[in-house]
Structure formats: C-alpha cells, structure tokens
C-alpha cells in the first residue's frame, strides 16, 4: 500500500513537472486576482435573489478571511466595493458594465481551463472556429460562475444550520467538547463542497472525456490537499509579516501568495487524477471538437 502510494505520488509529481504546471499556476493566480472582485460581486448578485445579500456577503467574507487571512480580507473587502460602485450613464452604461462584469468575472475560469487543458494534454481542434470557441469558452465559464453562487449559498445555508445546532449542543456538552465537534463537522463540510466544486471543475470546464468515477477520486483527493493547504497557507501567513516585505502593497501580496498556492494544489490534484485514470481506468480522452496533444520528447546527442 505504501509503494502504491509512494509510485503514484512520483508519477504525479513528473507530470506536475513536465508539464510545466508551476508556470500555469503563476498564469492562473494571475488572472484569479484580477477576476476576484467581479466573480465575488457576481456570485453576491446571484445569490441575493434567493438570501439576504448583506447577510451572504458577511459569511462570504469570513470564509475568505479563512482562506487568506485578515490582511487579504480587508484588501479583497476593498476590491469588491470598488467593483460594485454603481454606475452613472443610464441604461446602455448599465447594459455595459454588467457585460464588464460578466467578462472579467470568467476570465479566471478561461484560464484554469486552458491550464487543465495542458496538464491532461488536450486542446480545442485547431481547424474549428476560433470565434466559436472562445464563445463557448466563455458561456462555460460563466456557467461555472452560476454552479459557484449555487455552492456557496448551499453551504451559507448547511453552516446556519450547523451554527444553530451547535448552540443547541452546547447545553448538553462541556465547552471544549462542543467546539472540537463543530470545528470537526465544519473541515467535513468544508472537504464535501470543495469536492463537489473540484469535481464539477474536471467534469464540465477541460475539453476531455472523464467518468464521474475519476472525478469523483480527483475532486476528493485534490479537496483533501486544498484543505491542508489552507491550513498551512494560514500558518504561514500568521506566522510571517508581509508587511515587512511588501509594505504598503503587504495585503496585494497576500491575496497573490494565497492564490499561487491554491492555483498549484488545484494542478497537482489534476495531474493526480490523470494518473489514478491511467492506472485504474482509462486514458483520459479529448472530447468531440478536441484533439490530443502530443508532449514533446527531446533526445540528447551524444
């Protein structure tokens, strides 16, 4: 059991490194910072429509403020409002900045396709057009966006409720008891909806055949690493001081520093479930409309 895990983390890690996934994660944070505060005020805008908006707003923040910490809290806190200033210009301004929004918003979701795309070694037929499938590229991103508002508010209401019963639990158990049973059924929760977003992510976003079976292993085991990543980004934004470092620009880096990581444990988890498929299944396959890209192997002469 060991040699297996062993073997299949080695094999992971060689793909991690041949295809270049540390670059793609630097290209993602990228585009995930600058996407951030349209795709958070458009995930607030759906999710109003069915839940208090203030309120949903304040949960959202607060799980951010898990993910990133205080400092990057207050600087996305601050990115989101200034993309949610209403405009002045009438109708056509309006009509405007909603499509902005909409772009910019799904330009993250473009670019972790592209990424998910090279690490399973798959691209868009070239001889299709090109105007089409950046199209489709972009109505599939922001569906994306509307599966994310529909997650979030599931887990806005699943963490009410936990809230509630555990206020409910403490009249029957010591204090210490009752916080360690929540902050359990909270990481449980936590590792169930990070597996349904992963999952959804393999399943619909790259051009590529999978079952549900690998998306299923692949959104579980890369849900286990983002869970431990947030764990150990946390202890490392704690224990540092960016402020030192990076000055007034201190709260920027952080947001950076926590979607760089994120971005390559979200890599590394594909490359796992490209490596479970070829073990335990089948070779994962480029959809109708896609084509298999060949990796390039250089030989050295002597």
């Not at 959202?60 to 601050?78: D, N, P």
């Not at 798959?122 to 950046?134: A, K, M």
């Amino acid at each position: 059991m060991v040699n297996l895990i062993f073997s299949m983390l080695k094999d992971t890690v060689n793909e991690f490194i041949e295809d270049d996934c540390a670059t793609m994660a630097a290209a993602l944070s990228y585009y995930t910072v600058f996407s951030l505060p349209p795709l958070l005020v458009l995930v607030i805008m759906v999710a109003s429509t069915f839940v208090d908006p203030e309120d949903f707003r304040g949960r959202l923040q607060q799980q951010m403020g898990s993910l990133v910490g205080a400092q990057g809290t207050e600087q996305i806190k601050v990115m989101i409002a200034q993309a949610d200033k209403p405009g002045s210009g009438g109708a056509l301004a309006t009509i405007l900045g909603v499509a902005a929004l909409i772009f910019g918003a799904t330009g993250a979701f473009v670019q972790l396709q592209a990424a998910l795309n090279q690490a399973w070694e798959v691209q868009p037929d070239p001889n299709r057009s090109t105007v089409r499938n950046y199209l489709l590229k972009r109505l599939l991103s922001f569906g994306m966006v509307l599966a994310l508002a529909f997650i979030l508010m599931v887990s806005l209401v699943v963490s009410t409720l936990v809230s509630a019963f555990g206020n409910a639990l403490a009249a029957f158990l010591p204090s210490g008891m009752s916080a360690l049973f929540l902050e359990g059924f909270n990481q449980t929760v936590s590792l169930v909806v990070f597996t349904i977003l992963f999952g959804a992510i393999f399943k619909f976003l790259p051009d590529a055949i999978i079952s549900w079976t690998e998306v299923w292993v692949g959104g579980f085991a890369t849900a286990v690493l983002f869970v431990l990543g947030k764990i150990l980004i946390g202890l490392y934004l704690g224990n540092s001081d960016p402020v030192s470092a990076y000055g007034a620009a201190a709260s920027l880096a952080v947001v950076f520093v926590w979607a760089y990581y994120s971005s390559m444990i979200l890599l590394f988890g594909a490359e796992f479930t490209q490596v479970w498929a070829r073990r335990y299944r089948t070779e994962i396959q480029p959809e109708p409309g896609a084509v298999r890209v060949v990796r390039q192997k250089y030989v050295k002469r002597d």
